[in-house]
């Protein structure tokens, strides 16, 4: 009995430690809205096409009020999907997701001329279609 009590005692602990280190926000549940899609990289983009991307893809947060932050990268397990009309999948190689301060900021950056350039950017490193998908902060 004594021992089941330590462990308890010791699970309460860490867990308190834990969420000590959380930001404050964070623990009471942000509102944030996160927008990521996955998508086909171009066989034939350039290494610097790549570069244009990375850099236009980071620079968003400085040009579109309320997107936050941007991550871009490869995806650890591509994504294979299949469209409503090929025998073979659309395999998603890479992706992005931007953190949005809330839903607002989604459609400020949807309507946004910075977006608009970014998409000449974009289209250059992907085949057209992406997969996506946006989660909301409780």
């Known amino acids: 009995m004594m021992q089941i009590m330590r462990r308890i005692t010791l699970l309460c602990s860490t867990l308190l430690v834990m969420l000590a280190f959380l930001p404050a926000d964070a623990a009471a549940g942000e509102k944030k809205l996160m927008h990521c899609f996955a998508f086909t990289e171009i066989e034939t983009a350039t290494d610097a096409d790549w570069a244009a991307f990375m850099k236009a893809t980071n620079e968003l947060p400085d040009k579109i009020e309320g997107l936050e932050r941007v991550w871009v990268g ?6 294979r999907q299949f469209g409503r009309n090929q025998d073979e999948p659309m395999v998603r190689q890479s992706g992005v997701c931007m953190e949005m301060a809330d839903e607002a900021a989604l459609e400020v950056y949807a309507k946004h001329p910075a977006h608009t350039e970014w998409v000449e950017v974009y289209a250059k490193v ?6 996506t998908f946006d989660i ?3």
């Open 74 to 79: 490869k995806l650890r397990r591509p994504l």
């Open 126 to 131: 992907r085949v057209a279609g992406t997969t």
């Open 136 to 138: 909301l902060g409780r």
